[in-house]
């Protein structure tokens, strides 16, 4: 498995290839949807032996599996709906990701603090982060990373000095993980590719190929270069997350109401000096009592997330200075110091639509993250609803209702069985061993970032830096990303665009300044157009994308 993550099958000079396969082979399993829910479908499908393709009108992961908070998480604030059983399915999948894609899944402390008149006192945070860990840990193979402690006021100002000191009665650290959203979609995906899987962007399922009243394929535009075409298949999954209803209303009078409520999050990136903050902390609004986090990435800080009711475009969700506003208000009061003015401080935004299952009568925030799985009448499967941290469980239940059906023979499996160690996975020790046989001189913190985002595959990096020592230049000054990196996303994963990289194989977009960003985009063109062939008019037209993208992140600024 490990020696086909880096055959250069799976990339942009073999699309080609890959669409031959898709108009010829006859699929198990045609998965519509290349974020988090379709790539775990597609990884469950592959190991249980079937052959599976699938298609995504966009890029990989680009809906909501790369504007998410960053976090595989269990959901502490689900404690206070009731949904225990939510809380102990995300919290044992967090702890089997820690264990088995480690590079990649990094637990980080969280602080809960007790804070005078607030909405949580001391004896709700301790009920709290008890049972968060007892549902994580009780009768589980994998244990979360740590348990957690209570601090008192003073200990409480020793672990986060820039905090407000006013008010603060003590609190509890708590363990989550943050993780690269997208890159765990790509990942997952590679997941299934080297188990046979066929799988593109940029390819759009715009009808079904119906006979005798069941679905026997889907009918395919390829938005690159606008070629028409079937797959056929046995099995059709709509994973399209928010937009799952488009899917579905093919069929309107079986979905008579539709099924998917979207809300807005967005997120606000900082240098993590200029918030103060030295951990991960739960920040309740100052407006409405909701709950949000702050985050550290390394040197950064990922501020969010908001939760409001959004009918605009899905495919293109921005913030804007009221989504700002309510973070900053908040974050003002709980760290006083911070230097959080748009113009000289913020370095860039995201907003991502959550496809949050409609449930009558709750608020935005109440909604649940559960996950819904259906079959129509005419055999469409759809998958709707979840969180990032549960995506193999949703995978594994979608599965389930397939055997139910008898569909498949022979794909029965044991509960757990796709809790498997992932073929990109490298421990730290590995790779602090494995570096020293690379006479590479890079900086440590470059080190450190390239094993946290590709494990395995900065391996890979390294060897592309042997061949040409250039690779290991920064793309921009004080940031950690190298050319290497984006050389490698070019050669061992389908990324026909500039935004492409810097918005789903990096997170070039969200920690490169946005004064910055123009640069940055002219240098990773340039690699670009080296690899593909692109000419000058070609590479201006991709530059010139990107950064309406990015102005319109900080339009309000």
């Given at each position: 498995m490990e020696s086909r993550l880096f055959d250069q099958s799976w990339n942009v000079k073999n699309r080609e290839n890959i669409k031959t396969r898709l108009k010829e082979t006859e699929y198990d399993v045609i998965v519509i949807g290349a974020g988090?829910?379709?790539?775990?479908?597609?990884?469950?499908?592959?190991?249980?032996?079937?052959?599976?393709?699938?298609?995504?009108?966009?890029?990989?992961?680009?809906?909501?599996?790369?504007?998410?908070?960053?976090?595989?998480?269990?959901?502490?604030?689900?404690l206070s709906h009731g949904e225990m059983d939510l809380v102990k399915e995300a919290t044992t999948e967090r702890n089997w990701m820690q264990a088995h894609i480690p590079h990649l899944i990094r637990p980080i402390p969280f602080l809960f603090v007790n804070w005078e008149g607030g909405k949580y006192?001391?004896?709700?945070?301790?009920?709290?982060?008890?049972?968060?860990?007892?549902?994580?840990?009780?009768?589980?193979?994998?244990?979360?990373?740590?348990?957690?402690?209570?601090?008192?006021?003073?200990?409480?100002?020793?672990?986060e000095?820039?905090?407000?000191?006013?008010?603060?009665?003590?609190?509890?650290?708590?363990?989550?993980?943050?993780?690269?959203?997208?890159?765990?979609?790509i990942e997952t995906l590679k997941e299934a590719v080297i188990r046979g899987a066929d799988i593109i962007n940029y390819c759009e399922a715009v009808d079904y190929s119906i006979e005798d009243g069941k679905i026997t394929g889907v009918k395919c535009k390829d938005r690159e270069d606008g070629e028409e075409f079937e797959i056929k298949g046995t099995l059709v999954v709509n994973a399209t997350g928010i937009w799952s209803d488009?899917?579905?209303?093919?069929?309107?009078?079986?979905?008579?109401?539709?099924?998917?409520?979207?809300?807005?999050?967005?997120?606000?990136?900082?240098?993590?000096?200029?918030?103060?903050?030295?951990?991960?902390?739960?920040?309740?609004?100052?407006?409405?009592?909701?709950?949000?986090?702050?985050?550290?990435?390394?040197?950064?800080?990922?501020?969010?997330?908001t939760d409001t009711d959004y009918n605009d475009d899905l495919a293109n969700p921005y913030c804007n200075k009221d989504d700002a506003d309510y973070l900053i208000k908040s974050v003002r009061y709980y760290?006083?110091?911070?230097?959080l003015e748009y113009k000289d401080y913020l370095l860039e935004t995201y907003a991502g639509i959550r496809p949050l299952v409609k449930e009558k009568g709750k608020s935005e925030s109440d909604v649940s993250r559960k996950h819904v799985i259906f079959f129509n009448e005419n055999g469409l499967l759809t998958i709707a609803g979840g969180k990032l941290t549960t995506w193999r469980a949703m995978a594994e239940d979608l599965f389930n209702e397939v055997e139910e059906k008898n569909i498949f023979p022979d794909i029965e499996r044991e509960k757990g069985f796709s809790k498997q160690k992932f073929a990109i996975a490298l421990e730290k020790d590995d790779w602090e061993e494995k570096r020293k046989e690379y006479n590479i001189n890079i900086d440590d913190k470059v080190a450190d970032h390239l094993y946290m985002q590709y494990g395995l595959?900065?391996?890979?990096?390294?060897?592309?830096?042997?061949?040409?020592?250039?690779?290991?230049?920064?793309?921009?000054?004080?940031?950690?990303?190298?050319?290497?990196?984006?050389?490698?996303?070019?050669?061992?994963?389908?990324?026909?665009?500039?935004?492409?990289?810097?918005?789903?194989?990096?997170?070039?977009?969200?920690?490169?300044n946005h004064k910055k960003q123009f640069e940055a985009a002219k240098t990773v063109a340039d690699i670009m157009a080296e690899e593909y062939s692109w000419n000058d008019a070609k590479k201006e037209q991709e530059i010139q994308q990107y950064i309406d993208y990015v102005k319109k992140t900080v339009e309000f600024v």
């Open positions: 988090i829910t379709g790539a775990g479908v597609a990884r469950e499908g592959a190991m249980r032996g079937l052959k599976i393709a699938l298609v995504d009108m966009q890029d990989f992961a680009a809906g909501t599996s790369s504007r998410s908070s960053k976090l595989a998480h269990g959901g502490i604030r689900y006192n001391e004896r709700s945070i301790k009920s709290a982060v008890k049972i968060y860990d007892f549902l994580s840990d009780k009768d589980q193979e994998f244990k979360n990373y740590k348990q957690h402690q209570w601090y008192s006021a003073e200990e409480v100002l020793e672990l000095p820039k905090i407000k000191k006013e008010g603060n009665k003590g609190g509890a650290v708590y363990y989550d993980c943050n993780v690269d959203d997208a890159r765990l979609t488009d899917l579905l209303n093919v069929y309107p009078d079986e979905v008579p109401e539709p099924l998917i409520r979207p809300t807005k999050g967005v997120h606000l990136t900082y240098k993590r000096e200029d918030v103060g903050n030295e951990m991960a902390t739960i920040i309740t609004s100052i407006t409405d009592e909701r709950a949000f986090f702050v985050l550290p990435r390394g040197d950064y800080t990922i501020i969010g997330t760290f006083p110091d911070a230097k595959g900065a391996l890979e990096i390294l060897k592309l830096i042997e061949e040409n020592p250039d690779l290991k230049d920064p793309i921009v000054d004080e940031n950690e990303f190298i050319k290497a990196e984006v050389l490698y996303s070019l050669r061992y994963e389908i990324t026909p665009h500039l935004i492409d990289v810097f918005c789903r194989r990096t997170e070039m977009s969200l920690f490169i």
